[in-house]
């Protein structure tokens, strides 16, 4: 089975300022999907960024890019420029890349702005 | 992209009442999973819709309580039944599509609480 850890329940970052979030996973796959998915307030889960294991190079959108360590089984996210409306829960997934299962979520980790 | 219509966005329930949540897709979707996130809490899964046959429970849920219909490869539901306060969550669907399930969508979520 898969596990995600989140490490970090909370942090808070100044705006315009960077932030790393930290995500490991645990699995015997090697074909798999990483996930950051951002939830505000609202309760919609929005999709952040992805990341397919096969893919050596780390993904990156806009001011969110991640650090992918296949070895290290890490995923970290970093927010550049913060702003905000990061202001939100963060939460980082795996999911199989076959088989048409669903994603394992981490705990989450707050992120909070600050003006 | 897909778009999940969810409803209802909210509901108060009294104990020992049903309440059943609909995600209706705009399109063909493979897979559909329903989700709950309790207050605080990251998402667990409580079941994976199966298309014309019995859906896939996770290890403690159970179809009594949580029965879940899927007619056709757009809709599907969940129905919460005889209500206690511990029931009270958030309950998000979500569906995938594309060979290697490459596309993930996620209703806005139903927040229910029981009195």
Do not use: H
Request: net charge neutral; proline share 4%.
């Amino acid at each position: 089975a898969q596990t995600v850890t989140q490490s970090q329940p909370e942090m808070s970052v100044q705006e315009a300022e960077t932030v790393t979030l930290s995500c490991t996973y645990d699995t015997s796959e090697n074909n798999y999907y990483l996930f950051w998915y951002k939830q505000p307030p609202s309760r919609q889960m929005i999709l952040v960024i992805r990341q397919e294991a096969y893919k050596q190079q780390n993904a990156t959108e806009n001011r969110f890019s991640v650090n992918f360590q296949k070895a290290a089984k890490s995923f970290s996210l970093k927010i550049s420029d913060s702003q905000l409306g990061d202001t939100a829960m963060y939460f980082c997934a795996f999911m199989k890349r076959s088989g048409n299962t669903p994603l394992v979520f981490g705990k989450g980790t707050r992120l909070s702005v600050i003006a | 992209s897909a778009v999940i219509s969810q409803k209802p966005s909210r509901d108060i329930c009294q104990r020992g009442t049903s309440l059943t949540i609909q995600c209706q897709v705009d399109s063909q979707v493979t897979m559909m999973f329903w989700y709950r996130q309790q207050p605080g809490q990251s998402l667990t899964l409580i079941a994976t819709a199966n298309q014309g046959s019995e859906a896939t429970y996770e290890s403690g849920f159970v179809i009594d309580k949580f029965p879940i219909s899927r007619p056709n490869l757009t809709f599907s539901t969940l129905t919460v039944s005889n209500m206690s306060p511990e029931d009270s969550s958030i309950y998000l669907c979500s569906a995938t599509e594309g060979a290697a399930n490459e596309k993930l969508f996620f209703g806005s979520g139903t927040q229910l609480s029981v009195l």
